[in-house]
């Protein structure tokens, strides 16, 4: 199977609920509607709300938390909404054409991408970290980051109050890099059609990962937020792939063995995991351990009796908690993925991404370590 970026979905999200496409009928997308105005003394007429757009009311909580205080996930465009129609219509034609195709159909919503889930789960646990935490900046918070100029801005802005997202923080960079952005937000977590972009985040410190448009997608729970992590080159440094890579599979047991109770490096998405820890025990906090709307996971194809000691060591000495911890000892992680539906899987080998989108999760390439060095049909490890 092969992915790409901007590739088409075919499915949909079922609990998603999700309004009409952009590649269809704009009629009615945002549509007026008069109505009687009963409050005033004259008869006057006022537009009618649309179905699927939110009153943005701050009710007893920070919607606006500082960056210092919140989790920073930057999304690009091209990853929460569907524009591969629009991309097509740059490549083919030009910026300027580009531009006036946006303008024209800017009352057309986007449809969801591959991150969208992902986004309204976070959205969920935001809701119940504000009724927990009413003035607390301890949140969830959503940067839209796109390379559109501004004109696209009226677009995207229709298209977040169609889908009843609460993004309120947008980057848009006219064709700049968001790099020097994303470390002035802090940034947690950057997710991109863009690998370059990605690399880019990665070499700065910033966690990032590309994120592909699969034919099949998973339904995910609307109410708990999953994340499933790799572990060697995603949580932990690429130091155990580089003996497996150079010297083969009894060569990387024996030197687990001999470093048990040496703690891996720390990976880009450990920051990640971190920040979602914290979250987490603000609802272990309110006795809330067993009811949480955060559940990570680990999935390796490490074995849990050769190699799994020394990963779990490294993460109780981090003192972070995985709540789920699958060593597979090479069986694919595709069927695992499957029965988990996390929201996003992090990995940085494309064999494994391309395995668990098959499966129809949503994964995310994680382009760091040793792995990125060896062809992708290459990348079968019994181990990692």
Same mark, same amino acid.
């Given at each position: 199977?092969?992915?790409?970026?901007?590739?088409?979905?075919?499915?949909?999200?079922?609990?998603?609920?999700?309004?009409?496409?952009?590649?269809?009928?704009?009629?009615?997308?945002?549509?007026?509607?008069?109505?009687?105005?009963?409050?005033?003394?004259?008869?006057?007429?006022?537009?009618?709300?649309?179905?699927?757009?939110?009153?943005?009311?701050?009710?007893?909580?920070?919607?606006?938390?500082?960056?210092?205080?919140?989790?920073?996930?930057?999304?690009?465009?091209?990853?929460?909404?569907?524009?591969?129609?629009?991309?097509?219509?740059?490549?083919?034609?030009?910026?300027?054409?580009?531009?006036?195709?946006?303008?024209?159909?800017?009352?057309?919503?986007?449809?969801?991408?591959?991150?969208?889930?992902?986004?309204?789960?976070?959205?969920?646990?935001?809701?119940?970290?504000?009724?927990?935490?009413?003035?607390?900046?301890?949140?969830?918070?959503?940067?839209?980051?796109?390379?559109?100029?501004?004109?696209?801005?009226?677009?995207?802005?229709?298209?977040?109050?169609?889908?009843?997202?609460?993004?309120?923080?947008?980057?848009?960079?006219?064709?700049?890099?968001?790099?020097?952005?994303?470390?002035?937000?802090?940034?947690?977590?950057?997710?991109?059609?863009?690998?370059?972009?990605?690399?880019?985040?990665?070499?700065?410190?910033?966690? @990032? =990962?590309? %994120?592909? +448009?699969?034919?099949?997608?998973?339904?995910?729970?609307?109410? #708990?937020?999953?994340? !499933?992590?790799?572990?060697?080159?995603?949580?932990?440094?690429?130091?155990?792939?580089?003996?497996?890579?150079?010297?083969?599979?009894?060569?990387?047991?024996?030197?687990?063995?001999?470093?048990?109770?040496?703690?891996?490096?720390?990976?880009?998405?450990?920051?990640?995991?971190?920040?979602?820890?914290?979250?987490?025990?603000?609802?272990?906090?309110?006795?809330?351990?067993?009811?949480?709307?955060?559940?990570?996971?680990?999935?390796?194809?490490?074995?849990?009796?050769?190699?799994?000691?020394?990963?779990?060591?490294?993460?109780?000495?981090?003192?972070?908690?995985?709540?789920?911890?699958?060593?597979?000892?090479?069986?694919?992680?595709?069927?695992?993925?499957?029965?988990?539906?996390?929201?996003?899987?992090?990995?940085?080998?494309?064999?494994?991404?391309?395995? @668990? =989108?098959? %499966?129809? +999760?949503?994964?995310?390439?994680?382009?760091?370590?040793?792995? #990125?060095?060896?062809? !992708?049909?290459?990348?079968?490890?019994?181990?990692?």
């Amino acid at each position: 199977m092969s992915l790409d970026p901007v590739q088409v979905m075919s499915g949909q999200v079922k609990e998603l609920k999700v309004g009409p496409s952009s590649n269809g009928d704009s009629r009615g997308s945002w549509d007026e509607k008069e109505e009687i105005d009963q409050d005033n003394v004259g008869l006057t007429t006022k537009p009618k709300p649309v179905t699927g757009r939110r009153t943005r009311k701050v009710e007893g909580g920070v919607f606006f938390p500082k960056p210092e205080n919140a989790v920073t996930v930057a999304v690009s465009s091209r990853v929460l909404f569907r524009t591969e129609r629009e991309q097509k219509v740059f490549e083919q034609d030009g910026v300027e054409e580009y531009l006036r195709f946006q303008i024209e159909h800017e009352n057309e919503p986007f449809t969801p991408g591959p991150a969208f889930p992902f986004v309204k789960a976070l959205e969920a646990v935001n809701c119940r970290l504000r009724e927990l935490y009413p003035q607390s900046e301890e949140l969830f918070d959503i940067v839209l980051v796109t390379y559109n100029h501004a004109h696209v801005g009226i677009r995207l802005i229709n298209t977040i109050n169609h889908h009843n997202l609460f993004i309120e923080r947008f980057c848009m960079t006219g064709g700049s890099s968001p790099i020097g952005y994303l470390k002035a937000w802090q940034t947690n977590l950057y997710l991109s059609a863009d690998a370059d972009k990605v690399r880019e985040a990665l070499s700065e410190g910033i966690a @990032a =990962a590309t %994120m592909f +448009t699969s034919e099949k997608v998973t339904e995910v729970s609307e109410s #708990q937020l999953r994340v !499933a992590f790799d572990g060697d080159a995603v949580l932990f440094s690429d130091e155990s792939e580089r003996i497996f890579k150079a010297h083969g599979l009894d060569k990387f047991f024996e030197h687990e063995r001999d470093n048990e109770d040496t703690l891996l490096d720390h990976g880009p998405l450990k920051g990640f995991l971190e920040a979602l820890g914290k979250l987490q025990k603000k609802f272990y906090a309110k006795g809330q351990r067993l009811d949480c709307p955060i559940r990570t996971y680990l999935v390796t194809a490490r074995s849990a009796a050769s190699s799994g000691i020394r990963a779990l060591k490294t993460l109780r000495a981090w003192g972070l908690e995985i709540d789920e911890a699958l060593f597979l000892a090479g069986a694919p992680k595709g069927p695992m993925l499957e029965k988990i539906r996390p929201h996003i899987y992090f990995d940085d080998q494309m064999f494994h991404v391309e395995g @668990a =989108a098959e %499966m129809g +999760t949503v994964a995310a390439h994680v382009p760091y370590g040793i792995a #990125q060095k060896h062809n !992708a049909k290459q990348n079968i490890s019994v181990r990692k």
